[in-house]
Every structure is written in C-alpha cells, then in structure tokens.
C-alpha cells in the first residue's frame, strides 16, 4: 500500500445559505467549485494537466447540482479535457468521503494525482429538494422495517438518552462561537481560505465566512424556541403515531423525548466549497514537491439507524485500530457540529478532552456546507496542525442513516 500525500487544500468562505441574501448565493454551484479548483490549481506546484480526476461530495444533487456537477465545475474552471469528474453522495459525511476515495485511488497505485473535496450551495438547492428529500428513498416496505426519524429528532433523542441538558448544549455552542471569532480575529483561517469573486465583473464577493455571531451570549441561546419539538409531534407513522412515539419505540425506557436542540445550537445552513490535492510518493518525488500532510488511515461505521448520529465515535475507533494508535495519539480532533450532542457525546463515549476539540469553532458557529465540509474540516485540521507545531489529527463526521467517517491525518 502506498502513501497519500497532501500537497494543499483549499476552501471558500462560507456564506449564508439564504436565497438573495447571503453573499454566495448568485454564485452557480459549478461556479462555486471552478473557483476552488483554479484556486488548488495554482497552489500545487505542477501543472494541471498532471491532474487526473476530480472527486466530488455533494448532498443534494438536484437542479443546478444536478448532473456530473464535478465534471462541469472542471470544464468551467477551464481545466483540460482529459480531466474526469465523479459525485457521490454520503450525506453530511460527502466530502470526507471524497477524499478518502481519492486517497484510496492513489495508495493503490491507480492514480498519482487527485482533487478531492465537495460543495453545498444550499441557498440555491435546499434540503430536501432532491437526492435527499427522503432517508429511505419512500420505501414503505423498509420504513415498517426501519422507521428513520428527521435528523434533529436524532440528536434530542441522543441528548435525552446521554442526560444533555439545554444549558449543556447551549455552553458548547457559545463555546463554538467564542473559538470562531478568535480564530477569524487572528487569521487561523487565512492559509486555505481565498476570496470568492463574482464570475463575470470579477468582484469579490465574499472573503471571511459569512456565519459566525460574534457576541453570542448564552442568554440569547437560552431564548431560542427548541426547533424539532413540533416536528416531533407530526402524525406520519403507522396508526397515525408520531415521530416522537416512532422514535422511542426503539428506545422504550425513555418515557419522552426532551427537545433541546436550536437553531443556535445546531450547524448552520450556508454555501461553500472546498478540495484536497493528494499525490503519490512517486509523483511527489519525481517533481520535487514538498507535501503538507498525509492521509494515516480512513474509516465508515453504521450504528442504529434510529438514533442515527451515534457513529463518529465507533468510526474514529476503527480509523485508530486500523493506524494501530489509540485516542491518546491524537494532537487534535475536528468532530462535526451537526447538533451540539453529536460532539459532545463522542467526546464522553472516547473520552477526549474538549480543549482538543474543535479549537476554531464548529459548525455551529461557522455553518455546514454539507457536501464540502468534510472536506473543509481535513484541509483546516492541516493548517491548525502547522500552526501549534502538532503532529496528528482525526476528522470525523456523523452521517444519516446512522452512519460515521473518520479520516487520519498526520504532518509530513
């Protein structure tokens, strides 16, 4: 097996998925993701035409995200012919997933160079329009089998099991807030982010991320309405039970679902793109490249489907067996701010200290791009590694369906 090497990464800013109103919206998804690969293009060191293929995660392929959006953003990034393109879908786990393929293409031998990354332009392709408007697909037959709740219920039925309360999960999410708007402060960002312009006056658009609140109090937390409570009360399951009941049904010793989670304790709705440019040792070495990092070990896990968001911790053990490192090897860790108990429930099941966590903020506070963030999250664990002089780092996601992603990565 051979060696994947991160030669660079970089991102957009992340502007708020808002239809004509946050800063990335007149921006095409294509365009999106052109613009971050002409962007990786000239930070690599080699020409383009060394590039092989393109790998791309993007959760709702549907509209302008339709297609091979991958193969359509190289040709409108202007980049040779003879580059390929593919997009998959792993939900929120999509652009972890593309690098980790990538990876896999070049430790084989197959390819020697590869951009791997993801894009969510979620102002202009909403949730639920497309390829993930439905868990299961509409399949009636499955759902008597399996009945997968929304994502938010997920993470109340979590908090509730694990005994969060609201004040715990609105602590972490101020928590989130104060690191991002110390990082932007201070320019921790600054090495893979570039300025997003617009693609036919050329002006600049967007050049910090658009999310953060700076100044979040945990008294405007606190005043937040819980935002799946209602949900959680919606008649759709057999016999007119609701989501609530359909959930607890798998978890019969919790008499009720404590609804805690906000729109301020929960990831952020916001466009962004961004990529990963691997290489092999052959390649590396015939062109005299210097590469940043390398990719250690990868890892997916499914857990129960129900309770969905669960797997981070299983997939990071795998990731850590497969490495032959235990949790205590790890410098830092990036574990994706979906809702505030997904991380805080893998820091208790792994028991990792919170100040290795996230140190620039999460989701929370900067948004979740769903089908780049993996991506984002592995190219910002590279630059914060170098910044603290560290050594190894575990990004991890979770996924719907009950699923979870974890990715290795360690300085060269």
Not at 160 to 170: A, K, L
Not at 217 to 228: H, S, V
Not at 264 to 283: C, L, W
């Amino acid at each position: 097996m051979g060696t994947a090497y991160i030669l660079d990464s970089v991102r957009t800013p992340r502007g708020r998925g808002k239809k004509d109103a946050g800063a990335l919206s007149s921006v095409h998804p294509n365009q999106l993701l052109a613009q971050t690969l002409q962007q990786i293009g000239q930070r690599i060191g080699v020409d383009v035409n060394e590039i092989e293929d393109v790998v791309i995660g993007c959760v709702t392929q549907a509209g302008e995200q339709s297609g091979v959006l991958a193969r359509n953003a190289v040709l409108a990034a202007g980049w040779p012919d003879h580059i390929t393109g593919v997009t998959l879908n792993r939900y929120c786990g999509s652009g972890a997933q593309a690098v980790n393929f990538g990876a896999f293409g070049v430790m084989s031998g197959q390819q020697q160079l590869v951009i791997a990354g993801g894009v969510e332009s979620m102002s202009r392709v909403p949730m639920g329009t497309g390829s993930d408007g439905s868990l299961d697909g509409g399949d009636v037959t499955l759902r008597n089998t399996v009945f997968q709740v929304p994502q938010g219920i997920s993470a109340d039925l979590i908090a509730t099991r694990e005994g969060f309360t609201r004040e715990d999960v609105d602590k972490f999410a101020l928590e989130s807030q104060r690191r991002a708007e110390i990082a932007q402060k201070n320019g921790h960002f600054s090495k893979s982010l570039f300025s997003v312009t617009h693609p036919e006056t050329g002006a600049v658009l967007l050049d910090k991320d658009e999310y953060p609140r700076a100044g979040t109090t945990l008294e405007a937390l606190a005043a937040l309405k819980p935002a799946f409570e209602k949900m959680g009360a919606f008649a759709m399951g057999p016999g007119g039970a609701t989501l609530d009941q359909m959930a607890l049904k798998r978890y019969p010793e919790i008499k009720a679902i404590n609804h805690i989670h906000t729109p301020g304790n929960s990831s952020g709705i916001v466009d962004g793109a961004g990529v990963v440019a691997m290489a092999s040792e052959a390649f590396v070495k015939a062109h005299g490249l210097k590469p940043r990092a390398k990719i250690i070990a990868t890892a997916s896990y499914g857990d129960e489907p129900v309770i969905m968001l669960t797997a981070p911790a299983p997939a990071s053990l795998r990731a850590l067996k497969l490495a032959g490192m235990t949790v205590n090897d790890i410098d830092l860790w990036e574990i994706n701010e979906a809702f505030a108990t997904v991380p805080l429930q893998t820091m208790r099941k792994l028991e990792i200290d919170h100040d290795k966590v996230n140190v620039n903020g999460g989701a929370i506070a900067l948004g979740h791009p769903l089908g780049a963030t993996g991506a984002m999250l592995i190219g910002s664990m590279v630059d914060e590694l170098e910044r603290r002089n560290l050594t190894t780092g575990l990004v991890t996601l979770c996924i719907g369906g009950g699923m979870g992603i974890a990715t290795i990565v360690q300085r060269a």
